[in-house]
């Protein structure tokens, strides 16, 4: 992404020079969709970023909820942190195998546990292999370290707040919401690829997707951003919150905006798989 001035990433340069530095976390957040046939947790085994942690996005979460990699309580997050040897004080870097993918998830659940000083690494792993920068294999026994949890709940939005959010939608003050699923799931057009849901969109909201924010794996700039948001009828100047299949590519949609200046915007953690679940709640199909 041009311009990495924006305090949501670094660079390959960045990490390479402060490898192995004190006070750096560097997080591997990669995981795939079902579809993909591939494991985040075993590619790490097979090569990583040297001093690099595995966040398993389906292991750090609420194991007693039926839903897909929930948010965990505060007291599970910060023992998983200290497991992993992150802790107070440190600069997470977070990065996945796709360049950019699932790091954004991970990067959005640190700022709901409070931690600001977290970026992601422009490029991701693909841009830090094609430059021929070195890798690690095997597992790490990392030093455990005390993590503080502050949980922020502005970031996370409920089944409540999308139900209060799509019967005013349009109104002022209400947030816009914002999917980031393929256009043809957002319609309706095809099946979800999970069992039980429903096809379509909560009513009114847009549809935004997240492919159409990358180009080779990276952000693309801000004015492209800009130009992807008023295309897909958001007004950037009224809150908006974002939601997807399950809460991943929607911390996508989270990120630009963040980059964009709109540094709070919650996620719906739920997502599709909450929401087309349940009979009792409206959906819409078609366009928005």
């Not at 402060?18 to 075993?42: E, F, K, T, Y």
């Not at 398993?56 to 839903?67: F, G, M, P, Q, V």
């Not at 870097?93 to 992601?120: C, E, H, Q």
């Not at 095809?190 to 009114?204: K, Q, S, Y």
Request: with cysteine; net charge negative.
């Amino acid at each position: 992404m041009a311009g990495l001035n924006d305090n949501h990433f670094v660079s390959t340069d960045w990490l390479a020079e402060h490898l192995g530095a004190p006070g750096i976390a560097i997080v591997d957040a990669s995981w795939h969709l079902s579809a993909a046939n591939r494991n985040g947790a075993d590619e790490f085994l097979a090569r990583h970023i040297p001093g690099a942690v595995y966040f398993d996005i389906d292991a750090i979460a609420d194991r007693t909820s039926d839903l897909p990699h929930m948010l965990p309580d505060p007291v599970a997050f910060s023992s998983a942190m200290r497991a992993l040897g992150i802790g107070d004080g440190m600069r997470i870097v977070v990065y996945d195998s796709l360049g950019l993918f699932s790091a954004p998830r991970v990067w959005w659940t640190f700022r709901v546990f409070g931690k600001r000083d977290v970026v992601i690494l422009d490029g991701g792993l693909p841009k830090w292999m094609a430059e021929g920068r070195p890798l690690a294999e095997g597992g790490v026994t990392p030093q455990p370290r005390h993590f503080t949890c502050r949980l922020d709940h502005t970031l996370v939005a409920s089944r409540d707040d999308m139900m209060a959010a799509s019967a005013k939608a349009g109104e002022v003050g209400v947030p816009q919401i914002l999917d980031a699923r393929s256009a043809a799931r957002f319609r309706g057009d095809e099946p979800e690829t999970r069992p039980g849901l429903r096809a379509g969109h909560i009513p009114g909201s847009r549809n935004l997707p997240w492919e159409s924010l990358l180009a080779e794996g990276r952000l693309k700039p801000a004015p492209e951003l800009d130009a992807a948001f008023a295309e897909a009828g958001v007004d950037l100047s009224r809150p908006i919150v974002t939601t997807c299949g399950s809460g991943v590519t929607a911390s996508l949609l989270a990120l630009a905006l963040a980059v964009l200046g709109r540094d709070a915007t919650p996620v719906y953690d739920g997502s599709w798989c909450d929401w087309g679940a349940r009979a009792d709640l409206p959906l819409a199909r078609g366009p928005a």
